[in-house]
């Protein structure tokens, strides 16, 4: 079984702290992802990253950067917290086969509060 | 702009009826759509797509139909059971987009004994 954990799941920050969010995946995907989910507005894809030290911009990527030192490894990095980012981030893992989509299996969550 | 949309936000099914679940897209280019399956406190489990190619696709229980004119697909669950009840995200890519996908707002399914 795919296995994507997530560092925490739950977080309390003070706006302006340095946040980091650390996800993990053990099936040797190519693929990594950060969403958030907010109700009444689904799943946001904040960056992604095909390789390792690759990454993309994802729908809203303002306020987050990201960093793949290693393959199983993603972060999200939030520079400086603000109230506008207390949301569920969730983590994501796929193969990248590049002749089709292959499922993603995402990790448990991690509910973010910035005070 | 909201590529992907679930217009409902919650539907509420007796146990062993049909549960239907609809789900509306914007770019013609998406080519696979993928259902996930959320409970509290977990991260969202895939649970069933279809391709472009095809109208329907169909496993146990769930059945996802795709009418690519009208740019909508839908999700059935026959019966319901109380154990179905989840927020159901509907999702859209395309083949080459490096399996980024776009989710849609979900609907809370709730079924009822």
């Known amino acids: 079984d795919v296995k994507v954990t997530q560092s925490s799941r739950y977080l309390v920050k003070r706006t302006g702290e340095k946040v980091f969010l650390e996800c993990v995946q053990d099936m040797d995907h190519e693929n990594m992802f950060w969403y958030r989910q907010d109700p009444g507005l689904g799943l946001r894809l904040i960056y992604f990253?095909?390789?390792?030290?690759?990454?993309e911009k994802g729908d809203i990527p303002e306020g987050y950067s990201v960093s793949r030192e290693k393959k199983e490894r993603f972060s999200l990095i939030l520079e400086s917290a603000s109230t506008n980012q207390t949301s569920m981030y969730l983590c994501a893992s796929s193969l990248l086969t590049g002749t089709r989509l292959d499922t993603q299996y995402f990790g448990p969550g991690t509910r973010l509060t910035v005070l | 702009d909201q590529q992907v949309k679930q217009n409902s936000p919650s539907l509420s099914v007796q146990e062993g009826r049909i549960s239907i679940l609809n789900c509306d897209y914007t770019n013609s280019m998406f080519d696979y759509f993928l259902w996930y399956k959320k409970y509290p406190a977990e991260g969202p489990t895939f649970l069933i797509s279809i391709s472009s190619i095809k109208d329907k696709n169909e496993d146990g229980r769930f059945t996802v139909f795709l009418n690519k004119s009208a740019k909508h697909l839908s999700l059935h669950i026959v019966p319901s059971q109380p154990g179905d009840s989840a927020v159901y995200f509907c999702a859209a890519g395309f083949t080459g987009g490096g399996n980024k996908l776009t989710f849609g707002t979900g609907t809370q399914l709730k079924v009822e004994l």
């Open positions: 990253s095909y390789d390792v030290k690759m990454k």
